[in-house]
């Protein structure tokens, strides 16, 4: 067997109630003048009160809002900031590519990090990866971190606060791991792999039996058994299972969508998820076993509960012409692309006929294979 690295989890993950003042002791220990970073306005008032907490425990917090997605741009400006501010730390609060510009701006520094995630959208509190964008939110690359953070704080007061949008947006990245790690993993003779992998299709039942309910109540017992798992067990997948357990094709249809305009921005789960029913159509065009097919029913039932966007026309593209949509085609399929690890070849004109077969909710529920 080769040599693996592995960077399987945060040294401490303190999750619950109230969790971020129970972590100020913590947070202290592990830096004296941090820098805050978020962007969203919506959760500006949030990361003024951690300030807040922070001035009181004697330590000099300095506070830095991001401009655009996680993008080389902030990250080269925020060094530059914290240089100049001599900052021993950095806190980042927010959805997964703040989190994401948090992880790599410690990492470029070598300096510690802390994650404060303010939904479950996503994993990104956890994983020693980072997504880069441009300004504009088109995808660039992925980037491998020299370890995942130094502390994760996931306080449930606040992250049950999120609009619920975030939450499903989260469990269908989540479930996209099973789909996915199963795709390209099924056949791993490495134990932590083939471990990973059934931590996905466990993550997978858990969150169709209990996501609704989660989804329509956030204060019900179903609530933290599915952002947990949404924020934390996902991390711990890709942790274990490392780049095999991430993507099939799910992620780099995401990654495609990016290159595009939108009339109102989809969240990140939200083209993963879009991405994993034509991942699944692409299986079942290319396979005689049923599943595919009666997994992407399953989908399209459970996502449609959710609010989630299941066709073209639901994730608000501003063009959906052939000749615009190739264009995501073709960056999902470049020569470096994870959809390469399909069990099939898979071109651009595959790729393309897969997602305009979704290109209005009723098309979606009533695909059929020729």
Known sequence: MSINNHCISPSMVIRGKKAWSKSLDLVTQLCKRPLIIGRSNSTKKIRTSFKKDLILKGIQP??????????EIDIKNACLFSKKNNCDGVIAAGGGKVLDAGKL?????????????LSASTCAGWTALSNIYTPEG????????RRCPNLLIFDHTIVRAAPPRTLASGMADAVAKWYESSLTSSASQDGLVQ?????ARVLRDQVFLNGRNAFLDPLGNSWEIVAEGCALTAGIIGGLGGARCRTAAAHPIHNGLTQLSYTSKPLHGELVGFGLLVQLHLEEKNSKSQLPKQARSQLLD??????LPISLESICLKNTSSNNLHKACKFACNDNSDIHKLPFLINEKDLLEAIQSFQSSH????ITIK
């Open 62 to 71: 300095y506070f830095l809002e991001l401009n655009h997605d996680c993008c």
């Open 105 to 117: 701006i410690a990492d470029s520094l070598g300096i510690n990090c802390i994650t404060v995630p």
């Open 138 to 145: 088109k995808f660039i690359k992925d980037v491998t971190l």
């Open 195 to 199: 471990q990973a992998v059934q931590m």
């Open 302 to 307: 459970f996502f449609s509960q959710l609010n």
């Open 363 to 366: 098309t979606s529920s009533n």
